[in-house]
């Protein structure tokens, strides 16, 4: 018998469980076991929202579920009767349908040697013992497996540090802005502060807006800096034989710097110059010592985001109407405290370059940082109890789990395992791209084919 424990059904463990149902090796006797808290149509939250104006930030000819075909998405969605563009921007809600419908066909199309069972519940805690794995359940059921992967997602942004952290507890303050019905309680007139903002803010800004939202909004953030909008640009010539041999962070980005400036002379969209090392991001990636990914990490990460990861042109043309209106605001600085008033939360700040404190006062403050990569401070039971055994560590500068980059997980010990396994967000620190579907469906097929190694 060989039974294959995935947990968490977000787009990683999703892609996963489609690529071991396909695969066309499966030995005989194989259980395949799909164990998340949430519903059958649950794929975290990203594809979660039924949202109509929710996007997705890749083109649609990007977003299909298997590397050899990635048009595939798009002739699904075209075959559905929805006209659509190969650079058009589509509902993730129709992603999420697309992913679960080949899901479902996998199921209904399995083999005699194969089994596969979705398990609504939450795991709490692991053990590796007498070379099985035991997965706890927050009910009290044991399931035994002889391989396990964390597809663990994202997790809520980290509380701001501020100076009176009591006021946290406050109900004006949100956390998770992606915990469900989480907004309800906001009437239209509701003034909301943003902390944050990069895709995060822009969703909660788009759902606002679409509810017709009257109040003033503020987002701010160390830089201010918006995501860039996706647009059509000609291609830029790979530069990575320039890079490939330097290890050091500001090296590399001279090399950037010189190209961005050349795009520019020659009338090139910047996208295009980072867009052209994708295919090499990985690589530089994992030739970088850990100092230099601190490095990177302090003082390039925001620069690099900002261009890489872009939004749909509808997505930024509501952004920049808000603005233009004055209805959204965008402050450049840093949130120092909250205080919480009988109507309001208080919230004092300090603007970028300035040394006076600034106050406004919100009806509600939303957490837009963006997920928590760093797995000494995740508050969550089942990593708790995982980092607390040395069944796994934090990955290169604290980001994610430590793993190889098949995604065997490196344990306190500094041993690889061969029966416990990462795949997705967790895997940041050592891949750095690797929350994007494009890079997801690559480990997925790659940790199908090592997961069914005798």
């Not at 892609?15 to 090796?25: D, E, G, R, T, V």
């Not at 998770?176 to 007139?189: A, Q, R």
């Not at 309001?344 to 970028?352: D, G, K, M, W």
């Not at 967000?425 to 690559?442: C, D, H, S, Y």
Request: with cysteine; glycine share 8%.
């Amino acid at each position: 018998m060989n039974n294959i424990a995935i947990i968490g059904a977000g787009l990683s463990g999703r892609l996963l469980a489609l690529n071991l149902l396909k695969h066309p090796s499966v030995p005989k006797n194989t259980d395949l076991i799909l164990i998340d808290k949430g519903n059958e149509k649950y794929m975290g939250p990203a594809y979660s929202a039924d949202e109509k104006h929710l996007l997705l930030n890749v083109p649609a000819d990007r977003m299909g579920a298997y590397s050899d075909d990635p048009e595939h998405f798009l002739k699904w969605v075209r075959n559905k009767g929805i006209k659509a563009d190969k650079f058009d921007f589509l509902p993730r809600s129709l992603y999420r349908e697309y992913i679960m419908e080949l899901l479902h066909k996998a199921i209904r199309d399995i083999r005699n040697n194969l089994t596969f069972k979705q398990v609504s519940a939450e795991v709490i805690d692991i053990e590796n013992s007498d070379n099985r794995i035991k997965i706890y359940l927050q009910a009290g059921d044991i399931i035994h497996a002889d391989k396990a992967v964390l597809a663990l997602g994202n997790f809520p942004p980290a509380d701001p540090k501020i100076n009176n952290p009591e006021a946290l507890k406050s109900k004006r303050y949100i956390r998770n802005p992606w915990t469900p019905g989480i907004l309800s309680s906001l009437s239209e007139h509701d003034s909301v502060f943003l902390i944050g903002t990069g895709q995060t803010m822009v969703d909660i800004v788009l759902i606002l807006q679409k509810r017709n939202h009257k109040g003033n909004i503020i987002g701010i953030s160390r830089h201010g800096y918006l995501p860039l909008v996706h647009k059509g640009f000609d291609a830029y010539d790979s530069y990575y034989e320039e890079l490939k041999e330097k290890t050091n962070v500001y090296d590399i980005f001279k090399v950037i710097r010189k190209h961005l400036e050349r795009a520019g002379r020659m009338g090139t969209d910047i996208r295009g110059v980072i867009d052209s090392l994708r295919p090499a991001t990985q690589t530089i990636w994992k030739g970088l010592p850990e100092q230099e990914k601190y490095r990177f990490n302090r003082h390039l990460y925001r620069y690099w985001e900002i261009i890489r990861s872009r939004i749909p042109p509808e997505s930024d043309e509501v952004i920049k109407k808000l603005i233009s209106s004055g209805q959204l605001r965008i402050i450049p600085g840093r949130v120092v405290d909250l205080k919480e008033n009988l109507n309001s939360l208080e919230i004092y700040f300090l603007v970028r370059g300035e040394t006076d404190l600034h106050n406004e006062a919100a009806d509600f403050i939303i957490n837009c940082c963006g997920p928590e990569s760093d797995y000494n401070r995740i508050d969550d039971l089942l990593v708790k109890n995982l980092m607390k055994k040395g069944m796994i560590r934090p990955g290169p500068v604290n980001f994610g789990i430590d793993a190889l980059a098949d995604g065997s997980v490196i344990g306190k010990d500094g041993a690889a395992s061969d029966k416990f396994f990462t795949i997705g967000p967790p895997m940041r620190g050592v891949l750095f791209e690797t929350i994007a579907a494009p890079e997801i469906r690559v480990q997925a097929e790659q940790l199908a084919g090592k997961l069914l190694e005798s």
